[in-house]
């Protein structure tokens, strides 16, 4: 189990927006999170990776920590074993892709410049970007900017990639194609776990669907592989 969470409260400047959640990820799942902007879809994302604490609950692990005790120092690397991907991309402008992925390898500790240098052709080529890692930032379209931000979530192996509205800036085919990817890396192995306002792409794509409504998360998969449900 990567994530376990069990009756857990979810706050967000001390305002409780889910309570009593219930939520579990397993190798290899690709999970659906949606909801209406501020049914708590991000805050619960955010307290996976600790971006949130969670105060009360009955057992909050993730990949193997306790989240109700983890002390700060534990948070790096934590997150080094996750991909993390957000809605607005947060590539660094000022230098190429390429030097944008070599950053985070050096950041995570990878000393051996060779190991670094194949690993960034492998991840760039996994998302089909091979050919644009000269480019800096501003010269790609948000699709493959998107793109490059799941090579960078990918660089260190992860277990898990958390994505925050990874779709939310892009076209309805830019997005299919993202999401067609993250599905890829999910049938790999390493699960993903996604919030979403695109309804359409659960049912290209199918996974398991939870949704926030009303200050809880519920499990809809059954229904929704049944009954076309609407976000809110």
Not at 77 to 101: C, P, S, Y
Not at 136 to 142: A, I, T
Not at 147 to 172: K, S, V
Request: net charge negative; with cysteine.
């Amino acid at each position: 189990m990567l994530i376990e969470y069990r009756n857990i409260n979810v706050y967000q400047e001390d305002v409780c927006v889910l309570k009593d959640v219930n939520f579990h990820v397993d190798d290899g799942e690709f999970i659906y999170i949606i909801g209406k902007v501020g049914s708590g879809k991000s805050s619960l994302l955010k307290t996976m990776y600790v971006e949130l604490d969670i105060e009360e609950g009955e057992e909050a692990m993730v990949l193997g920590r306790n989240l109700l005790k983890i002390r700060r120092r534990e948070v790096p690397a934590l997150r080094k074993e996750m991909g993390i991907i957000f809605q607005d991309f947060q590539l660094l402008h000022d230098r190429t892709v390429w030097k944008n992925l070599m950053f985070v390898l050096r950041a995570t500790g990878w000393k051996d410049k060779g190991a670094r240098e194949e690993r960034i052709m492998e991840v760039l080529e996994a998302v089909g970007m091979a050919n644009k890692r000269d480019k800096m930032p501003h010269e790609l379209s948000g699709g493959e900017q998107q793109r490059i931000a799941i090579a960078r979530a990918i660089l260190n192996h992860p277990r898990i990639i958390i994505a925050d509205e990874p779709t939310g800036n892009l076209d309805p085919e830019t997005a299919r194609n993202i999401v067609g990817l993250l599905k890829t890396i999910s049938q790999r192995g390493t699960a993903v776990v996604m919030s979403t306002h695109n309804m359409p792409m659960l049912e290209e794509f199918p996974g398991i669907v939870y949704r926030c409504k009303d200050g809880h998360i519920n499990d809809i998969t059954k229904d929704f592989n049944n009954v076309n449900i609407e976000e809110d």
